[in-house]
């Protein structure tokens, strides 16, 4: 069976499904929150096929919701991307983008209704102070003096905090439950907090801007989520997310579950240690392809498939862990070894002259895939002059280099079988000519002698090739857990770019910025899609072949 029949099933589903036949509830519904304060990485790409996933196989519906109450952070620039991202995954939302700014109207009355039951307070104490009155795990909070005032004062207090009458940090809204639980969030967490900042979507409406949590409960409930999915770290939150939900007047109560965030070994993943290394000059941008947002492996040539393959792989667990970035590599490989159309490119050229060859070209032509003839061929000149890689010639070498080395036939990929006589070396002593000749009866056959020739090298002819600058990536740190280091920066791999200038062959005059090759032989690369024109080709390494590969050829 292949792969991608497998059905998907993991916890979240068996639990779906539980509810759809006990008739719980008839319709599922879920949501894709994000913060609109960085661009999505690879970790979203999970929750995301999760979110998505559930409505499309479910016939449920699945909203994407910004979760915009931190106008500090938060900009259109990311919201722009977030959508961009999501429908190039192959996701579509349902109905209207919504905004968690939408219900800013019906989050505040929820707020007065639990003033008015006693529930929360406007609260004095500086933010430090209220920190330190928080507690620890072993030790219970100490109420604020400020807990005891009259729902009267509390609606005029809260009024107040709405009409500018504060300066920020000055007083906040709290909801009044327990300072000695047992649970840290439920000790009388932060609802509201004043922030004289203009908001990208209410403009300059608000001052006070509700929390994450309140606001979170409250807009699953609204929208008529059945289930609310999110990561282990909101584990503890569950409490108050019902909590909320209990006290205030509100028709419908979604359930949260939560599952283990993606973390991938060589990178880091929160927005805010993505956003250093931009700031920080380690990356050019968002979309640098050795980013693991969905912009960057987009760029370096991921496709949507790939990454919904690897998220199906690693599936849904409550289990904290880390994937190995070979799973992720192996998922893009697997998906350009099927469709990716080969070609022909020398990264580290040399020169190479066939000295038997006259000074025609031939118009060899080639399989654009080796096992998918509908792929069809494409043409590709050989001539009297080519460049070959560097690093596939050796003046001398033992029996086990498979290669050219001077005496010793090896054969031009998808063309004839040639064999080194001498070279020329320039005056520090490097080789700057290798002189060969070629057996014109082995195009694409063996020498008649019956002899067996193992190696095979790529080439492009020199006339023909076109210059192309060559992105070859590697892993952004050196270490696999970089997170883990006391300045993950000082963890940064200096290698993680290093640039190329080699040559393609002539068939890719027509690449596209965006598309795929697998250049024999090296790898699988993407023309850049910001930098590769008609005039300067830039093509980026998405990955390089398995190691088992380059052996074999
Ligand atoms: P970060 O820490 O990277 O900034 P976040 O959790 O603050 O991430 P949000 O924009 O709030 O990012 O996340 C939107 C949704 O994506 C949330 O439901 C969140 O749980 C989920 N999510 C974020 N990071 C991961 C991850 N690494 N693995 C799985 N899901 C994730
Ligand atoms: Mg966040």
């Given at each position: 069976?292949?792969?991608?029949d497998?059905?998907?099933?993991?916890?979240?589903?068996?639990?779906?499904?539980k509810d759809?036949?006990?008739?719980?509830?008839?319709?599922?519904y879920?949501?894709?929150?994000?913060?609109?304060?960085?661009?999505?990485?690879?970790?979203?790409?999970k929750?995301?096929?999760?979110?998505?996933?559930?409505?499309?196989?479910?016939?449920?519906?699945?909203?994407?919701?910004?979760?915009?109450?931190?106008?500090?952070?938060?900009?259109?620039?990311?919201i722009?991307?977030?959508k961009?991202?999501?429908?190039?995954?192959?996701?579509?939302?349902?109905?209207?983008?919504?905004y968690?700014?939408d219900?800013?109207?019906?989050i505040?009355?929820?707020a007065?209704?639990?003033?008015?039951?006693?529930?929360?307070?406007?609260?004095?104490?500086?933010?430090?102070?209220?920190r330190?009155y928080?507690?620890?795990?072993?030790?219970?909070?100490?109420n604020s003096?400020?807990?005891d005032?009259?729902?009267?004062?509390?609606?005029q207090?809260?009024?107040?905090?709405?009409?500018?009458?504060?300066?920020?940090?000055?007083?906040c809204?709290?909801?009044?439950?327990?300072?000695?639980?047992s649970?840290?969030?439920?000790?009388d967490?932060?609802?509201?907090?004043?922030?004289?900042?203009?908001?990208?979507?209410?403009?300059?409406?608000?001052?006070?801007?509700?929390?994450?949590?309140?606001?979170?409960c409250?807009?699953?409930?609204?929208?008529?989520?059945?289930?609310?999915?999110?990561?282990?770290e909101?584990?503890?939150?569950?409490?108050l997310?019902?909590?909320?939900?209990?006290?205030?007047?509100?028709?419908?109560?979604?359930?949260?579950y939560?599952?283990?965030?993606?973390?991938?070994?060589?990178?880091?993943?929160?927005?805010?240690?993505?956003?250093?290394?931009?700031?920080?000059?380690?990356?050019?941008?968002?979309?640098?392809?050795?980013?693991?947002?969905?912009?960057?492996?987009?760029?370096?040539?991921?496709?949507?498939?790939?990454?919904?393959?690897?998220?199906?792989?690693i599936?849904?667990t409550?289990?904290?862990?880390?994937?190995?970035?070979?799973a992720?590599?192996?998922?893009?490989?697997?998906?350009?070894n099927?469709?990716?159309?080969?070609?022909?490119?020398?990264?580290?050229?040399?020169?190479?002259?066939?000295?038997?060859?006259s000074?025609?070209?031939?118009?060899?032509?080639?399989?654009?895939?080796?096992?998918?003839?509908?792929?069809?061929?494409r043409?590709?000149p050989?001539?009297?002059?080519?460049?070959?890689?560097?690093?596939?010639?050796?003046?001398?070498?033992?029996?086990?280099?498979?290669?050219?080395?001077?005496?010793?036939?090896?054969?031009?990929?998808?063309?004839?079988?040639?064999?080194?006589?001498?070279?020329d070396?320039?005056?520090?002593?490097?080789?700057?000519?290798?002189?060969?000749?070629?057996?014109?009866?082995?195009?694409?056959?063996?020498?008649?002698?019956?002899?067996?020739?193992?190696?095979?090298?790529?080439?492009?002819?020199?006339?023909?090739?076109?210059p192309?600058?060559?992105?070859?990536?590697?892993?952004?740190?050196?270490?696999?857990?970089?997170?883990?280091?006391?300045?993950f920066l000082?963890?940064?791999?200096?290698?993680?770019?290093?640039?190329?200038?080699?040559?393609?062959?002539?068939?890719?005059?027509?690449?596209?910025?965006?598309?795929?090759?697998?250049?024999?032989?090296?790898?699988?690369?993407?023309?850049?899609?910001?930098?590769?024109?008609?005039?300067?080709?830039v093509?980026?390494r998405?990955?390089?072949?398995?190691?088992?590969?380059?052996?074999?050829?």
């Amino acid at each position: 069976m292949n792969q991608s029949d497998i059905k998907i099933t993991n916890f979240i589903r068996q639990i779906i499904e539980k509810d759809l036949t006990s008739g719980k509830y008839s319709k599922i519904y879920t949501r894709f929150p994000p913060e609109p304060n960085g661009y999505l990485h690879i970790g979203h790409a999970k929750s995301i096929c999760l979110n998505f996933g559930i409505a499309k196989d479910y016939n449920g519906q699945c909203n994407l919701r910004f979760d915009d109450t931190n106008p500090i952070k938060e900009n259109i620039e990311y919201i722009d991307s977030i959508k961009k991202d999501i429908k190039w995954l192959g996701f579509k939302w349902d109905g209207k983008i919504k905004y968690s700014s939408d219900y800013f109207n019906k989050i505040y009355k929820y707020a007065i209704e639990l003033i008015k039951k006693g529930l929360a307070y406007v609260d004095e104490l500086s933010p430090d102070t209220i920190r330190e009155y928080r507690g620890t795990l072993d030790k219970a909070g100490k109420n604020s003096p400020y807990r005891d005032r009259s729902i009267k004062q509390n609606l005029q207090l809260f009024h107040k905090m709405k009409s500018g009458g504060f300066k920020e940090g000055k007083a906040c809204l709290r909801a009044k439950i327990d300072m000695s639980s047992s649970s840290i969030v439920m000790r009388d967490p932060i609802l509201y907090r004043i922030r004289y900042v203009e908001h990208h979507k209410v403009g300059k409406k608000w001052c006070i801007y509700p929390m994450y949590d309140f606001t979170h409960c409250i807009s699953d409930a609204l929208e008529g989520i059945t289930h609310s999915l999110c990561t282990l770290e909101f584990q503890d939150n569950r409490r108050l997310y019902h909590w909320i939900l209990n006290n205030i007047t509100i028709n419908n109560h979604p359930k949260q579950y939560e599952f283990s965030r993606l973390n991938l070994t060589y990178t880091v993943m929160s927005k805010r240690r993505l956003n250093q290394l931009i700031t920080e000059n380690k990356v050019a941008n968002w979309d640098d392809p050795r980013m693991p947002t969905i912009s960057g492996l987009r760029r370096r040539g991921y496709t949507a498939n790939a990454i919904r393959e690897f998220c199906k792989r690693i599936g849904i667990t409550k289990k904290d862990n880390v994937i190995e970035m070979e799973a992720l590599e192996s998922c893009i490989r697997d998906d350009l070894n099927k469709n990716a159309p080969r070609v022909m490119a020398v990264l580290d050229p040399i020169k190479l002259i066939i000295e038997n060859m006259s000074s025609n070209e031939q118009i060899l032509t080639m399989y654009n895939h080796p096992n998918k003839l509908d792929m069809k061929t494409r043409k590709v000149p050989f001539s009297r002059e080519l460049y070959i890689d560097k690093a596939d010639f050796l003046e001398t070498a033992n029996e086990q280099y498979n290669r050219l080395t001077l005496g010793k036939k090896v054969r031009l990929r998808n063309s004839y079988v040639i064999e080194a006589h001498r070279i020329d070396k320039d005056a520090n002593g490097n080789i700057t000519t290798i002189y060969c000749t070629y057996d014109s009866n082995t195009l694409n056959k063996n020498p008649s002698n019956g002899s067996k020739v193992k190696g095979v090298i790529h080439w492009v002819s020199v006339l023909h090739c076109i210059p192309a600058e060559i992105r070859l990536y590697d892993y952004l740190f050196r270490i696999p857990n970089p997170a883990l280091e006391v300045n993950f920066l000082n963890t940064i791999n200096p290698d993680s770019l290093l640039i190329r200038y080699g040559f393609v062959e002539p068939s890719l005059i027509s690449a596209k910025p965006g598309s795929i090759y697998q250049f024999e032989r090296e790898g699988y690369f993407c023309a850049d899609i910001h930098d590769h024109t008609k005039k300067h080709f830039v093509f980026n390494r998405t990955v390089k072949l398995k190691n088992r590969w380059i052996k074999i050829k």
